[in-house]
């Protein structure tokens, strides 16, 4: 796991090294770099070093030099690549970047279909002279990008892009808006003016200008964007519950065995949920030794798991570390958690995932993660959500905006995570919306209408109707899909998934060094899973009815029916106290007037009746703080 960086254009070989030494904590190791100064052309690199330790250094080249590559991430299937590969070329190497170069030199961008992994690439092209960026088809490694006047930029992180001379931080009031929305930046968009992130299973493709035939300077380029792979739902009614049951067994156990392979030490990060107890049975029947499980608790009972993940551990025989803190260790994690992220971010789950990463780091280099069964098999409970909103959505239209939420809003406010009477309320709040504003107004507790409220006049002025919703709009008119399932469940893979839950985890194990992959992930599994029926995966309301019926009798029962809980920080009590100063002086008259972003008199409300117990506005008001930590920091 690395951290990758380059540029095109104007620049020199200190501006590549300071871009690069801002992905330190990516790649702690050690760095490379390429020069091609004709052209313009810098690459670097800063490595995390997990297989060929002694000679897998970036970047890496073809034989005669003409393609140089660096690359962040891991290619699970790169030994039958290579085995193929090695009829017709001279390997130096045993790294799956290797691979990826020759893979490219001989069929060109084509190479990145045939790769089973969580990827960032960047290709440097002499003979073509151009340079070709690759994101993975999931959005698992994050890659920034910038057209910088005569320079093309790009990296791991946005940080890397902002070291750039030639780089302007002027914050977008779209992408600001959109982040209340999605609790993120969603891709290609980032918090700044002119700066993108590639979007999952994108590439992008920089064809450099030659310079005139008497002679000049280099300058400039073209870009051209494409997806090579996007997701597709189109479920086989063929596929029975039997014949589910057999391939989803062999993939997971198959995803598993080739994401065990590592120079270096390597765990499970076991919270005692079904998916993360998933990947560690079929780890534990894959690895030769005994396998390392890891997990952290809280000495409060209603926010500790670490009783379930002991229960799987002692029954998969695996040699578990957990460590317990206070739920206060969360709260004094605030400030460097906002110190590493370069865009606002308002998942608090960052918090237990970075405490768990930095424990974990402890003892291996690499674990292995559940991300992604969830989105798959149908996990949450806002799947049964829909179908039910599919059915208010026809109530008159007094029951709708009158009667129910009358009756909602005399039910007392409880600040324990997902409550009851926060989920009655948030079904009723996006309700009323199309599926696609429905599910992310569910998740964030922010609708277009809100914005009205929050958002200065001045600073609304100039943005259309529709700005916030319009990703979703767009990505669903060409899906097109035949069920609110399928809407549902593209829209959690692309926006909470690949821009959230995805992100989450790159940053916090990235700012801990330590590499995460995720058997459910795997591209076979995925496809698979997008074919399955599925009402082979929610049945009779039942979530993960598939998932549950392949480990009933492997895992405990009382693992497998417990209700799903979450990896989730204390936010609402922490507004009503621990947080008051902060959000004191973050929401200050003073400070806020200077922004001209927000209207004073709508946060203070906000503030007010979470404070009395009134209303629940964690999600916004967290949202809020978050922005403004950042905002401090970067602007």
């Not at 500790?304 to 570390?321: F, K, M, N, T, W």
């Not at 829909?386 to 409880?414: C, K, N, S, T």
Request: charged share 25%; proline share 5%; hydrophobic share 40%.
């Amino acid at each position: 796991m690395c951290g990758i960086t380059g540029f095109i254009g104007s620049g020199n070989q200190d501006t590549i090294r300071k871009m690069a030494d801002t992905l330190r904590h990516r790649g702690p190791d050690e760095e490379g770099f390429f020069v091609d100064d004709k052209r313009g052309v810098h690459l670097g690199f800063r490595r995390l070093s997990i297989i060929d330790l002694s000679t897998g250094s970036q970047p890496i080249f073809n034989e005669d030099g003409t393609l140089a590559a660096v690359f962040n991430g891991e290619i699970y299937n790169y030994k039958e690549l290579r085995r193929d590969l090695e009829k017709r070329h001279t390997f130096k190497t045993q790294t799956d970047t290797e691979v990826i170069v020759h893979l490219y030199e001989e069929i060109g961008e084509r190479c990145f279909e045939k790769f089973n992994g969580m990827f960032a690439i960047a290709i440097w092209d002499a003979k073509k002279e151009r340079l070709v960026l690759a994101r993975d088809r999931m959005g698992k490694k994050p890659l920034y990008w910038a057209h910088l006047g005569n320079a093309l930029a790009f990296g791991s992180e946005l940080k890397a892009i902002l070291a750039h001379p030639a780089a302007a931080r002027k914050l977008s009031k779209k992408a600001l808006l959109k982040y209340f929305f999605f609790l993120n930046v969603p891709s290609p968009w980032t918090i700044f003016e002119g700066m993108y992130k590639l979007e999952p299973g994108q590439m992008l493709v920089y064809q450099l200008k030659s310079p005139p035939a008497g002679g000049g300077a280099w300058g400039g380029g073209s870009i051209s964007k494409s997806f090579y792979w996007q997701a597709r739902y189109d479920t086989d009614p063929s596929i029975t519950l039997h014949d589910a049951l057999q391939e989803v067994d062999r993939l997971l156990e198959d995803a598993t065995r080739i994401r065990l392979v590592s120079d270096v030490p390597l765990g499970i990060f076991l919270s005692g949920g079904i998916d993360s107890s998933i990947v560690a049975y079929y780890a534990a029947r894959a690895a030769r030794d005994s396998i390392k499980t890891f997990s952290i608790g809280f000495n409060v009972p209603k926010f500790d798991e670490s009783p379930y993940a002991r229960r799987v551990s002692e029954l998969i025989g695996s040699e578990h570390h957990v460590e317990l803190f206070d739920p206060a260790t969360l709260l004094a994690l605030l400030p460097k958690i906002a110190a590493f992220l370069d865009e606002p971010f308002s998942d608090s789950s960052i918090l237990p995932t970075y405490l768990l990463s930095k424990f974990t780091r402890k003892h291996v280099t690499v674990a292995l993660g559940g991300d992604g069964g969830d989105e798959l098999f149908l996990g949450y409970p806002t799947f049964q959500a829909h179908r039910i909103a599919e059915w208010y959505r026809v109530l008159p239209g007094i029951i709708q905006e009158r009667l129910l939420p009358a009756l909602a809003h005399v039910l007392p406010v409880r600040h324990a995570g997902l409550s009851f009477d926060y989920k009655i309320k948030a079904f009723l709040f996006g309700a009323p919306h199309p599926v696609g504003i429905r599910q992310q107004a569910w998740i964030s507790m922010f609708d277009p209408g809100i914005a009205q409220n929050i958002f200065s006049e001045e600073f609304l002025a100039d943005l259309p109707d529709g700005t916030i919703h319009e990703d979703i709009d767009k990505k669903l008119q060409v899906l097109a899909p035949h069920h609110v399932d399928e809407a549902a469940m593209f829209l959690y893979e692309r926006y909470f998934l690949g821009d959230q839950v995805l992100a989450k985890v790159d940053r916090a194990s990235m700012a801990a060094s330590i590499e995460v992959r995720a058997p459910f992930l795997d591209v076979r599994l995925v496809e698979y899973a997008h074919r399955i029926p599925t009402s082979l995966r929610l049945r009779f309301w039942q979530n993960k009815y598939l998932l549950k019926k392949l480990m009933r009798g492997k895992l405990p029962d009382d693992i497998l029916d417990r209700p799903k809980r979450g990896f989730w920080a204390p936010v609402g009590p922490w507004l009503k106290k621990e947080l008051v100063p902060l959000c004191d002086e973050l929401f200050a008259r003073d400070r806020i007037a200077q922004q001209g972003i927000f209207r004073y008199t709508a946060i203070q409300r906000l503030l007010t009746e979470h404070r009395s117990g009134a209303r629940d506005h964690h999600r916004i008001l967290w949202s809020l703080l978050m922005f403004q930590l950042w905002h401090d920091r970067w602007l």
